[in-house]
């Protein structure tokens, strides 16, 4: 099966998960992308360590269909490395500050005096261009900073999604504009510069919340799990667990209403259309609390897998695990790594395509475990490869 993005070399020089994460969607979409590390291995190789050497669980998902090298850019003898690498490669990721990127050879105009059609895929907190600039920051700036942690939580309480998805939407933007920037060097024969930033990411996913406050300044506050343009909408206790019930639309307001048989909630204008309902939800949500109360987890999903209301249970990690339509569609593909007791279930490529899936081929790489390799096929002799590793540029 041939592979949409064979022959394209990616050098990964990313941290975290924004940087990564782009490089693994383009490995598991074929790409050769070789992970460059630190010498004494990057910070996020170490997170919620699992293995007997402490690689850790993101790790196992973001370093997957990856080369794994040790090298030190900021020394001459690794920027030397680093021109040879460039050299060959197609696509450079980077989620480092600008002038990082300079110090180690790897901003746009010195790669493009090395490879003239290279594409550089930045990835920063803020993007360039503003007075944020140059500030570092996590996912966690974008969630506070697009307006979503403030409509998250309590009025009291600003809450951040435990779930990193700034980070992750960034990633898969990132790699939404290296496949077009490839397919546009195809056409032109041009490389460019792919930028892309967790300000930007969190604020598209915002837009329509600022877009409402600049037409009509709504003003709107935290409501936890309530929606505040639909309902029912929102969390709900059974006798043995949660449950979230997800209604939009006129339709699946009256498949709820006759589950609880009473037609009145349909002619009352306070819940006319979707913004009424949003409006007044709390009186919706506490009469869906009471009939949820009465019922298990297992009660509340069958009646409303029966009147097709969306529906579905809160799930702990281990349930996530233990999941029948995951196991059925064999979403997790289980991967051993050395030093580490079970194989890691690894998410599988999201976004499935018929014809050319992307697919998982190696596990994560051990520290270091491809630098001769790729030092070999940059023309490094043995005794060079070791003096390299002696002085820890490699």
Known sequence: MSKVLEGIRVLDFGRYIAGPFCGTLLGDLGAEVIRIEKVDGSEDRYLSPISDKGDGALFMQLARNKLGMTLNPMKPEGR???KKLVATADVVVANLPPDTLEAMGLDYASLTA?????????????GRGGPYSNRVGFDGLGQAMSGNMYMSGTVDQPVKAYAPFVDFGTASLSAFGTMAALYERKKSGKGQIVEGS??????TMMNGTAIEQAAIQRNRVATQNRSQTSAPADTFKTRDGWVLVQSVGGPLFKRWADLMGEDHWLSDPCFKDDISRGDNGELISARLAAWCAERTTKEVLDAMEAARLPAGPVLSPQEVLDDPHIAAKGLFQPVAYPGLGVPAPLMRTAVELSETPGEIRRRAPTLGEHTDQIMGELGYSTAEIAELRAQRII
């Not at 059609?117 to 920063?124: A, N, Q």
Request: aromatic share 10%.
């Open 80 to 82: 030397e490395i680093v």
């Open 114 to 126: 090395i490879k003239p059609d290279i594409i550089l895929t930045m990835i920063s907190a803020f």
């Open 198 to 203: 967790l300000f930007n990411t969190a604020l």
